[in-house]
């Protein structure tokens, strides 16, 4: 927030910082802001600290006011979201929505009392800092053991954090002092925002909320059933803030819903434009985007076809024309720009969405120097405000070159100017680098879907030299609605793996990715989606005889870390070892959002979780074939998981390596060295690999 002040809506930078704590923190242990934002268009400022809210009418003001005294640090959350909403369903750690006037401040709740404690424990440093079992002079305290840490963490069929929406009256900040560089909490102007009746005697989700239009007038919120299959946008309009449905989306037969970004509603508030599932074909269904109109009830489809529109980017309600990102058909590792007439515009051509990068054709033309190398693209886009003025997008290149960035005008498309070419800079070292080839197809599977696959093929690979043997590493992560097959510009431990140790590393999409359907997943996870990874893997081995066949491993982490230890139990003899960094093992010890979106409820589809469970294929894991990694402090796996699966390992006999990192979460980002390191050098020893 500091040198950042308001201008009609935007940010603009300053030269100088104002540094931002609470007044009425200590000075020498300074209480941490977890959150702060604008009010509004205003110079005020809305912060969140020990999950309770603060209000300063000025960066400067010597006072701040406490708007809530509820908050509770791990158990109610105030403005800012709990752990499972912020790892699962809101897609931003805030629940902080501030009317552009000022007046109001929107804010949910977040109660997780009968939620389900997890515990871990947490070993600090050896310098006797918070959290260490050493005393603050670093001698060690005989007798004591590291202490531990939790976080509420809800499974499936437990209890889920209870949430409530409270909107706040803010115009009359002068009267709340109390004199002590705090004023007291407001009371009397707090009104909460209950569900449509719908929804009554019935667990939900808050997927989204913010305002509707320029004053403080209506407020949209979406709200999800717990069990994902049925989605409500509802309006609440003053004086009474009562909400009442506007739109409802239920999930296609055999599927779930995913919570999409809020909707974008017309100045008027009378029509919105929204990302949904639509049917193409017989029975798949693609995310696009619809436009709901209120007062006549009257749904319009404005993108069509069979790929995903991943982003609405603006809607310009002045010319009637609706921007957004999607992949392309037949080739959903692209990502482009598209524009569409909405329906308002009574005009035919609306119905054909054009696109703006594909091809880069007449569209682009003036620009096709710069985009060269470019199918993989992001935007961000500012309409005109006044028919008098001029709307402009940043184009960003994100791949597979080196990535740039151009302002080009909305009228003509023109590019006006490069904000930024990382090609003048890097692609000279570039070039001197032994990097590998990148190349993508697909590869046919069960019911007409189709894989995608890419191959990072090493330096040392030749098309004439069809007697060589290359080891196969295969990354995988079959998560759904993942999407590991891009276009996208990267250098990563992939890039690495085949430089290094010439491997041939490879990416999957399988059945399940973004794009690749969800009806074989639903109720039955750990079946095709794993399935899939040995059908592509035996149709590269066929048709790519530089591939070794005995020596051919695979990794993944988190999710692709349950697929990995799967494939490594199903007794294919594809794979000779494999990687497998804090994986799932037990579904019952997962969060309850996606394991209840994807298997349902436990007391619905037990059979679904027995089968889906990890340590119950412990036993067919060959021995010497795995390497399992965990953090201790991983709250999207947590530890459990890998403990549990190293149970079952060890009870069945199977010999295997593991490690174990403490005080680390989900990313390793403290140890990502060692843990690839270490990686490596398992790979190596089972895969027999050189190293250049």
Request: charged share 20%.
């Amino acid at each position: 927030m500091a040198g950042l002040t308001p201008c009609h809506g935007a940010l603009t930078l300053y030269h100088h910082h104002t540094p931002l704590r609470l007044h009425a923190s200590s000075k020498v242990q300074q209480t941490r802001l977890q959150h702060a934002t604008w009010l509004g268009n205003t110079t005020g400022l809305v912060m969140i600290s020990e999950n309770d809210i603060y209000l300063r009418i000025a960066p400067s003001a010597m006072e701040d006011t406490q708007l809530t005294d509820t908050g509770v640090p791990g158990i109610i959350y105030n403005g800012v979201p709990d752990w499972l909403y912020q790892e699962e369903v809101l897609p931003r750690p805030e629940a902080t929505w501030p009317s552009p006037d000022g007046t109001h401040i929107l804010f949910a709740s977040f109660n997780d009392t009968k939620v389900t404690a997890l515990e871990f424990p947490w070993f600090g440093t050896q310098s006797g800092q918070e959290g260490s079992a050493s005393t603050p002079l670093g001698a060690p305290r005989r007798g004591s053991f590291p202490p531990s840490r939790s976080v509420r963490y809800p499974t499936p069929g437990s209890a889920n954090p209870e949430v409530d929406l409270w909107l706040l009256e803010v115009n009359n900040t002068n009267n709340w002092t109390n004199g002590n560089g705090t004023s007291s909490p407001l009371g009397s102007t707090k009104t909460k925002l209950k569900p449509p009746p719908v929804l009554d005697g019935q667990e939900y989700y808050l997927i989204s909320a913010g305002w509707v239009g320029g004053d403080a007038s209506q407020i949209a919120v979406v709200w999800m059933t717990r069990s994902q299959n049925l989605s409500l946008v509802s309006a609440c309009r003053a004086p009474l803030w009562e909400c009442e449905e506007t739109h409802s989306e239920r999930a296609p037969e055999g599927q779930w819903l995913d919570a999409q970004p809020h909707p974008i509603f017309a100045p008027d508030g009378d029509s919105f434009l929204l990302l949904a599932a639509v049917q193409e074909g017989d029975k798949e269904h693609f995310t696009h985007i619809k436009h709901v109109t209120l007062t006549q009830q009257r749904i319009a489809v404005l993108s069509h076809g069979r790929y995903e529109v991943s982003e609405i980017l603006a809607w310009d309600t002045k010319a009637h024309l609706v921007y957004y990102l999607g992949t392309r058909e037949r080739r959903p590792g692209q990502k482009h720009l598209y524009v569409v007439r909405d329906p308002i515009a009574d005009d035919p051509r609306r119905l054909e969405p054009l696109c703006v990068t594909c091809d880069l054709g007449e569209v682009l033309w003036s620009s096709r120097f710069y985009y060269t190398n470019c199918t993989h693209f992001g935007a961000s886009v500012s309409p005109a405000m006044t028919d008098d003025t001029q709307g402009y997008y940043v184009l960003y290149c994100e791949g597979p070159g080196l990535p740039l960035a151009g302002v080009h005008m909305m009228s003509s498309h023109k590019m006006i100017r490069v904000l930024y070419d990382t090609r003048i800079q890097r692609a000279d070292k570039l070039s001197q680098l032994a990097l590998p080839t990148r190349r993508s197809f697909e590869v046919p599977l069960p019911q007409g879907w189709k894989a995608q696959v890419q191959l990072l093929l090493p330096p040392s690979w030749r098309e004439e030299l069809r007697d060589a043997a290359f080891p196969v590493l295969v990354e995988v992560n079959g998560r759904p609605g993942s999407e590991a097959v891009t276009d996208k510009f990267r250098i990563d431990w992939g890039t690495y793996m085949s430089s290094h140790n010439d491997v041939v590393y490879v990416r999957l999409d399988v059945r399940g990715a973004r794009g690749q359907g969800k009806r074989d997943l639903f109720r039955k996870i750990g079946g095709v989606e794993v399935q899939d990874q040995l059908t592509v893997l035996r149709h590269l081995l066929k048709t790519h005889k530089y591939l070794d066949v005995t020596r051919v491993g695979v990794w993944g982490w988190g999710y692709g870390g349950y697929v990995t230890a799967m494939v490594l139990g199903s007794q294919e003899n594809v794979f000779k070892c494999g990687v497998a960094v804090n994986p799932i093992a037990d579904w019952l010890f997962y969060n309850s959002a996606f394991t209840e979106r994807v298997l349902g409820a436990p007391a619905e589809n037990y059979k679904g979780y027995v089968e889906a469970d990890l340590t119950q294929r412990a036993r067919l894991v060959p021995s010497h074939s795995l390497y399992l990694l965990h953090g201790l402090a991983d709250l999207t796996a947590p530890y459990t998981h890998g403990v549990a699966f190293a149970k079952a390992l060890s009870e069945a006999g199977v010999i295997f390596r593991y490690q174990s990192y403490a005080d680390e979460d989900h990313a390793l980002a403290g140890v990502l060295e060692h843990a690839y390191r270490s990686m490596e050098d398992f790979l190596a020893e089972c895969l027999a690999l050189d190293a250049s």
